[in-house]
Nanobody, 124 residues
Framework: QVQLVESGGGLVQAGGSLRLSCAAS????????MGWFRQAPGKEREFVAA????????HYADSVKGRFTISRDNAKNTVYLQMNSLKPEDTAVYYC?????????????????WGQGTQVTVSS
């Protein structure tokens, strides 16, 4: 069982930056693939970024590639999402998720555990 708690969301102007954190409970954090997803009002939850157990092979949605960076610190049981050059279309609730599988996936229903989400609002 893994419990996830996101933090770091807020209101920022277009072009600004935010850093999201996701703290995980449990001693097996390093065995999970970690992902970030987002959901805007009236839209489906969409993949943002994911990272393998060791912190290697990050994968990004095309819409955030070059602007967002996912990283993890297994010693701190924490995964991060550094978001730069934010755009109004990045406005959404951001969720972190943990996948106990072996292959990195961008499909939300493949992830086993979810946080409660943190709101990110980018003003124009």
């Amino acid at each position: 069982q893994v419990q996830l708690v996101e933090s770091g969301g807020g209101l920022v102007q277009a072009g600004g930056s935010l850093r999201l954190s996701c703290a995980a409970s449990g001693r097996t954090f390093s065995s999970y693939i970690m992902g970030w997803f987002r959901q805007a009002p009236g839209k489906e939850r969409e993949f943002v970024a994911a990272i393998m157990w060791s912190g290697s092979i990050p994968h990004y949605a095309d819409s955030v590639k070059g602007r967002f960076t996912i990283s993890r610190d297994n010693a701190k049981n924490t995964v991060y999402l550094q978001m730069n050059s934010l755009k109004p279309e990045d406005t959404a609730v951001y969720y972190c998720a943990a996948d106990a599988g072996l292959v990195l996936t961008t499909t939300p229903n493949r992830y086993h555990y979810w946080g409660q989400g943190t709101q990110v609002t980018v003003s124009s």
